[in-house]
């Protein structure tokens, strides 16, 4: 759904959209730091559903 709704965007707004989550990225913290959470999830770990 996300995926439909992206790539149905016209370029200039898939561009604005990407400049305001890049502003909303933490410039102090480690992109491992940010990211932890993913390494944490279960399938991460191989763990099934």
Same mark, same amino acid.
């Given at each position: ?6 790539? =149905? &965007? ?12 890049? =502003? ?16 944490? &999830? ?6 099934? =559903?």
């Amino acid at each position: 759904m996300v995926w439909t709704y992206l790539t =149905a &965007l016209p370029a200039n707004e898939l561009q604005r959209l990407m400049m305001v989550a890049l =502003a909303a990225i933490p410039v102090d913290r480690r992109v491992e730091d940010m990211f932890a959470w993913v390494c944490d &999830l279960p399938v991460a770990k191989g763990v099934g =559903a």
